[in-house]
């Protein structure tokens, strides 16, 4: 009888195929969502609006999203834990400084592979700033605090192991000269213009390039003693 029941109970191809076609829906939505919100700012979009760049109906939108603040924290629920997942990685490290060295190179890859999320998860326009913080109450830590939070716990792990210089004996300082340079040159590379990057002489360094040189930086300034490889 139990064995009958659980069965029963198991989703059908349909209903499967139909929550499948949902979460699609979802992505794509929220997809044209960010690109709206970033192009043409956040007082702008409407529900409406991104139905009608999607060829949808106005009113079967709503099946999804009950309003436009609804659609900003939903987006900001998946983007957050997608960022934090594909970051966790590192963990699988033990060094800290590999750890380090990972979870910069990973970040460094998101922002300039997702642009759209980056920006209004790290350069958000002042409305989108408001639904943030209302979600943030309920949720007690964001995105770059966790993130400087892991920084610091790692370059203090470094230091505590007796891996970096001596004079750098500040976690908080290393750690946030560290965020520093990875949000600079994510965003000299999606937010600046080639013709203006041209200006500062890196018009033709690729982004790995760019990156690349900020991690020889990091590494050779604050390792006590680094492999020569």
């Not at 060829?55 to 603040?69: L, V």
């Not at 060094?95 to 998101?110: C, G, H, I, S, T």
């Not at 792990?157 to 004079?167: F, Y």
């Amino acid at each position: 009888m139990d064995q009958v029941q659980e069965k029963s109970q198991s989703p059908t191809v349909s209903e499967l195929r139909r929550e499948r076609e949902r979460a699609e829906m979802i992505d794509r939505i929220m997809d044209i969502a960010r690109e709206m919100f970033v192009r043409d700012g956040y007082e702008a979009v409407t529900l409406r609006k991104i139905a009608e760049a999607i060829e949808y109906s106005p009113a079967a939108i709503y099946q999804y999203f009950r309003d436009k603040q609804s659609l900003v924290m939903a987006i900001i629920r998946k983007d957050s834990l997608e960022v934090r997942n594909y970051l966790s990685e590192f963990l699988t490290l033990e060094n800290p400084v590999q750890q380090l060295v990972e979870l910069a190179r990973r970040y460094a890859d998101w922002g300039v592979t997702h642009p759209n999320h980056y920006r209004l998860m790290f350069m958000p326009p002042p409305a989108w700033v408001e639904q943030d913080r209302e979600l943030h109450e309920r949720t007690p830590i964001s995105l770059d605090q966790h993130l400087l939070s892991v920084l610091n716990f790692l370059v203090t792990d470094a230091i505590r192991r007796g891996l970096l210089k001596e004079k750098h004996s500040e976690p908080a300082l290393v750690a946030g000269t560290l965020w520093a340079g990875l949000n600079g040159v994510i965003l000299l590379e999606i937010a600046m213009k080639a013709e203006d990057r041209a200006l500062i002489g890196m018009a033709d360094a690729p982004f790995a390039a760019r990156y690349d040189t900020l991690a020889e930086v990091f590494l050779d300034g604050f390792l006590r003693d680094r492999p020569v490889s």
